[in-house]
């Protein structure tokens, strides 16, 4: 890592330079040029100008439990102009990882592998949630404890990914069961 004081001892000096050459010219503002400007302001107008990803997941959060199958829940926010299609998701956590819905089936609500991925509305957003939508992980390999960090991968449709980490947490739910043989899928 440098610091000014292990660079030239030009560098002032230039700075110096480029502001006064700056400020001799007529009718422009110095404001963002000054030499005044906190290395803080210039990481925040960094930050600032930085596009925000396509799509992002807000409160993401994973249900605790042993082996066998889980769920992941969170709102997906789609940042831009353009609808947004979730395909697929990932998990070092799970071999299987899919995008569910719980319909009606017959009088009965049953969870089921979603055609055509989570639809996210151009600047909307997509609830995943317990007793809707939500990614389902089956043959988890480890237990799953509450604060746990579970790291995630979702691809979109055009082939880009997001990546987000949901946090562990106990969940009694609206009658959800995402173990093995205890309930349709």
């Known amino acids: 890592m440098y ?5 030239s001892p ?10 006064v050459l700056v400020a001799g010219c007529g009718g422009q503002s110095t404001t963002a040029t000054t030499a005044s400007a906190s290395p803080a302001a210039a990481t925040v107008a960094a930050a ?15 249900k605790t439990g042993g082996k066998g199958m889980t769920a992941a829940f969170g709102t997906l926010v789609n940042n831009t102009d353009a609808e947004l299609t979730v395909v697929s ?7 299987t990882v899919e995008l569910h819905e719980v319909v009606d089936s017959g009088g009965k609500m049953v969870m089921r592998p979603k055609k055509g991925g989570f639809v996210v509305p151009a600047r909307g957003s997509h609830q995943l949630a317990p007793g809707g939508d939500h990614i389902m992980l089956m043959g988890v390999t480890g237990k799953v404890e509450p604060g746990a960090e579970v790291p995630f991968t979702l691809t979109l449709a055009d082939g880009s990914t997001v990546e987000f980490t949901a946090i562990g947490k106990d969940f009694a739910g609206g009658k959800e069961n995402y173990q093995p043989g205890e309930g349709k899928h």
């Open 3 to 7: 610091s000014l004081r292990s660079r």
């Open 10 to 19: 030009l560098l002032p000096a230039a700075a110096l330079a480029v502001a």
């Open 48 to 62: 600032a100008a930085t596009p925000s990803p396509a799509l992002t997941v807000t409160d993401p959060w994973i």
């Open 89 to 95: 998701g990932a998990s070092p956590l799970s071999p």
